[in-house]
């Protein structure tokens, strides 16, 4: 397996990653030869960490990516086949790209791998195939209060990342802090751009 060090996790700007300048990520290129690609990664307590596939491609094509998390026990913990180009930012051109979010409430060693439909290898699970690329986003995201929000994001913003206040409306506009940081936009400002409708209106 391919141990993913804690120094790999960076913050710099990227049209691929959801939140990239806020949430400390890494990018690894994989795919060639035909197999299944493992990789072992030491997770922070209350970090969910999220694992996106992007640009899996194959002949031309893309190719089915799978995404399977393990414990060092062996123990299956969450996986993900198909996904939403929509999630993680950009990258993704076909619905066959894996996306997967986990929240691990302990520190640890754990096992992300990617692979691919439909023959089996010998871990038991499909072969990415011999042509296949793909790139493999990781990103953190720590979230000590349990309300889906990026500490970082919070503090960057003005908001407690000390509670639980993803349903408050910090600037007023009929979005919650939550639904702001989903749609990316800031929970202090009810207008972004000031033509007097506000976003929560615009995004309808």
């Known amino acids: 397996a391919q141990t993913i060090s804690a120094n790999a996790f960076q913050l710099s700007a990227s049209n691929d990653i959801q939140y990239a300048n806020f949430l400390p990520h890494v990018t690894i290129n994989g795919g060639q030869p035909s197999g299944e690609d493992f990789y ?86 499909g072969l990415i195939p011999d042509d296949a690329t793909y790139k493999l986003q990781i990103s953190q995201s720590i979230d000590a209060d349990y309300d889906n929000m990026d500490d970082n994001w919070e503090s960057r913003f003005g908001l407690n990342a000390q509670i639980n206040d993803a349903n408050d409306d910090a600037d007023g506009d009929g979005w919650s802090n939550a639904e702001e940081y989903e749609n990316g936009s800031n929970p202090q400002v009810a207008d972004r751009d000031n033509d007097g409708i506000p976003d929560n209106r615009e995004a309808e």
Request: aromatic fraction near 16%.
């Open 40 to 125: 072992r990664i030491s997770v922070k307590a209350d970090t969910t960490y999220i694992f996106d596939v992007d640009y899996g491609d194959n002949s031309g094509g893309s190719f089915d990516s799978y995404l399977t998390l393990y414990d060092t026990e062996g123990n299956h913990l969450d996986s993900n086949n198909n996904s939403d180009t929509a999630n993680g930012a950009g990258g993704s051109f076909s619905g066959y790209d894996a996306y997967l979010v986990y929240r691990f409430d302990s520190a640890g060693e754990y096992f992300i791998v990617v692979s691919g439909c439909c023959s089996k290898g010998p871990g038991g699970l």
